[in-house]
């Protein structure tokens, strides 16, 4: 109960108050999300990663994880696409929803308030890796065979979240003095990133068509997000020997909703929006219980 009126009920205040708002006026989350993605979390990342550096194991961890994701995911959601007869889109759509997860504004916030600065840098390194896998492999998926891995895997240079992380790594291989001030201005800038971006979410949600009619498919995306999502990251969290912050930071997102870089995807190439953003919108609702759970159960 106190870690849904500390945590999860704040985080939940900024979504609606973000829906009410996309509800009421004509937002364009666009900018916005630049000002957090551009600005805010690479600020965050060099900060995180300088106070607090992650050694090789834990980055090799965190990145053995997130890649498993998609390797355990796919084939398990080829297989049903193929029993259940699944055009395209559709499994584009399911198979996005699986591995995917929101920790820009779901999981950095969380782990924020769940485990404070020390596991900052372990979340933000996992938020790199699930771009790279999204600028990458996910849009391989979206386009279901239409863009080649090599143009997929050429976007991941846009992202500005790399140049932070390398240029911090650097910084801490050459032992270079950064002064406390900077690092504090650095912290100032990018702890309003996960604020904007949980507003932001609740804006986006606004924004998703919500069809009156009901499907299978839609109920068992949610289905395989809530159960099997977190059963496959819990799975590879123990199965990869993870300790300490690192443990405790991929449990948890395993427990997160599917992320709205994925929605994003499927609505540039057309692979059932409806579909995934119906999985993120459910998703997102039962989180708290799965989240509610899990910080039980590693005793937090």
């Known amino acids: 109960m106190t870690f849904l009126l ?155 979240l790399i140049y932070a992380a390398a240029l911090a790594l650097a910084v801490n291989a050459l032992a270079v003095p950064i002064p406390v001030s900077v690092l504090d201005a650095a912290d100032l800038i990018g702890k309003a990133g996960p604020i904007l971006a949980i507003i932001l979410l609740g804006v986006q949600v606004s924004c998703i068509p919500i069809r009156g009619r009901s499907s299978a498919t839609l109920y068992g995306g949610i289905g395989a997000k809530v159960l099997l999502g977190p059963a496959i990251g819990i799975g590879l969290t123990l199965l990869i020997g993870a300790q300490g912050a690192v443990r405790d930071v991929l449990l948890l997102c395993s427990c997160l909703p599917t992320a709205i870089n994925a929605l994003i995807l499927t609505v540039r190439f057309d692979a059932r929006p409806d579909l995934l953003g119906g999985i993120l919108i459910g998703s997102t609702l039962w989180s708290p219980l799965g989240l509610s759970i899990l910080l039980y159960w590693i005793g937090l």
């Open 6 to 160: 500390d945590v999860i009920a704040p985080i939940f205040l900024l979504i609606g108050c973000g829906y009410l708002l996309g509800r009421r006026r004509s937002v364009d989350p666009a900018p916005l999300a630049d000002v957090a993605i551009y600005i805010c979390l690479p600020f965050l990342m060099f900060s995180a990663l300088v106070r607090h550096p992650v050694t090789g194991a834990a980055a090799a961890q965190a990145f053995a994880w997130q890649a498993g994701m998609y390797v355990v995911s796919m084939p398990v959601i080829a297989l049903v696409a193929h029993l259940a007869g699944w055009d395209k889109p559709t499994r584009s759509a399911v198979t996005l929803s699986l591995p995917t997860v929101n920790i820009a504004s779901y999981g950095v916030p969380v782990v924020l308030f769940a485990f404070g600065d020390e596991a900052l840098a372990i979340v933000m390194l996992l938020f790199v890796y699930g771009n790279v896998m999204a600028a990458s492999l996910g849009t391989y998926i979206a386009a279901g065979g239409r863009q080649s891995p090599l143009q997929a895997f050429k976007s991941i240079f846009r992202l500005p």
